[in-house]
């Protein structure tokens, strides 16, 4: 079983920098993309950035040049850097992982969500 913890959520002024790391525990052999979501309350869910195995990465026009997705495969772990962050980006942020390979299976995994509030 794969399982994955965010951290690195909370309030922040505008302007103001977070950092949101997501861990995966499990059998895993390899992980092919890892992204990051998020949800505004009354809208639906939206890809924020994501990075594939090879590290090509993708970001919404809204937060290119802000915020930065890297990872780390020997601690199965995705990071979100967020700059000059803006009341607009407040939502609840979510990681994924998609066809992550264990030792019994192949499959795609979601993050609990952790809540980031830009406001001033």
């Known amino acids: 079983q794969v399982h994955l913890v965010e951290s690195g959520g909370g309030l922040v002024q505008p302007g103001g920098s977070l950092r949101l790391s997501c861990a995966a525990s499990?059998?895993?052999?390899?992980?092919?993309?890892m992204g990051w979501y998020r949800q505004a309350a009354g809208n639906q869910r939206e890809l924020v950035a994501d990075?594939?195995?090879?590290?090509?990465?993708n970001y919404v026009d809204s937060v290119k040049g802000r915020f930065t997705i890297s990872r780390d495969n020997a601690k199965n772990t995705v990071y979100l850097q967020m700059n000059s962050l803006k009341p607009e980006d407040t939502a609840v942020y979510y990681c994924?992982?998609?066809?992550?390979?264990?030792?019994?299976?192949?499959?795609?995994?979601w993050g609990q969500g952790t809540q980031v509030t830009v406001s001033s």
């Open positions: 994924n992982f998609r066809r992550v390979l264990t030792m019994t299976d192949i499959g795609n995994y």
């Open positions: 499990g059998s895993i052999i390899s992980i092919d993309a």
């Open positions: 990075i594939t195995s090879g590290g090509n990465t």
